[in-house]
Every structure is written in C-alpha cells, then in structure tokens.
C-alpha cells in the first residue's frame, strides 16, 4: 500500500484529501506545515506527496526545494488554489500541479500515473 504525505495549512483539505486516499486503498501521512512534512520524509518514509504552495505564512515552494534536496526520487504534486504559480520555474522541480477543485479525479490521476511509474522504475532498476 502506498503511503501518501498531504501537506496543507487547512485541516478541512487535509481530511478530505485523507478519506478520499484512503478510501482508495492509500495509506495517508498529515502535515500542516513545512517542518512537520519535513519531519514525516525523513521519520515516515512516504512515496508521494501533495504539497499546497500556501501554507499559511511559509511557502510549500520552500517546502518542494528542501524536500527536493533531502530525496530527489519522491514524487511531489504541487497542489495549490492559485493557477499563477505554474509560471514560476521554482514550481518546475515538482512532478505535478493540480489546481484545486471540488473534483478530485485529476488529483486521484495524478497520483496512479506518478506511483505506477514509480514502481516501474524501481522494478526496471531489479
């Protein structure tokens, strides 16, 4: 079972996005904040994370460079309200963004395409 790390400032989204994963057949890590998701990749050893840009005074851009630094294999989709953020190159070092929606299907997409290319990665690498 794949482990999803879901790192938002509101505790509503967190929820959501927790039930809908789990409901999926995913195992779901929450993170409010930069250190707390910091904190779970390094102590929970997830295989995805959905990041949002704002998280509440600190940035999930930040966020995405320090999580890049400490493993470059771990696949992050940006998920943000504010579609602007596409445009700065900083975003680029995720693997996704997915603008938020009531609709979680792209998001639920988004999440299978990265997990099963990773798994074929790691199968190609046997």
């Known amino acids: 079972m794949a482990k999803i790390l879901i790192v938002d400032d ?3 989204v967190r929820k959501l996005y927790s039930e809908e994963l789990q409901n999926d057949g995913y195992e779901t ?3 409010e904040n930069i250190s707390e998701a910091i904190a779970s990749v390094q102590n929970d050893d997830p295989d995805l ?3 949002d840009i704002k998280l509440g005074e600190e940035s999930g851009i930040d966020a995405l460079t320090k999580i890049v630094e400490e493993r470059k294999d771990l696949p992050v989709i940006l ?3 504010y579609s602007v953020y ?4 900083r975003t680029w070092a995720a693997d996704a963004y ?3 929606s009531i609709d979680l299907d792209p998001l639920k997409e988004k ?3 990265l997990l099963d290319a990773r798994t074929g ?3 190609q690498e046997v």
């Open 49 to 51: 994370i959905i990041l």
């Open 79 to 81: 998920n943000s309200a």
């Open 121 to 123: 990665a790691r199968d």
């Open 111 to 113: 999440i299978r395409d």
């Open 29 to 31: 890590v929450l993170a």
């Open 10 to 12: 509101e505790a509503n």
């Open 86 to 89: 596409k445009d700065n190159f």
């Open 98 to 100: 997915i603008v938020k």
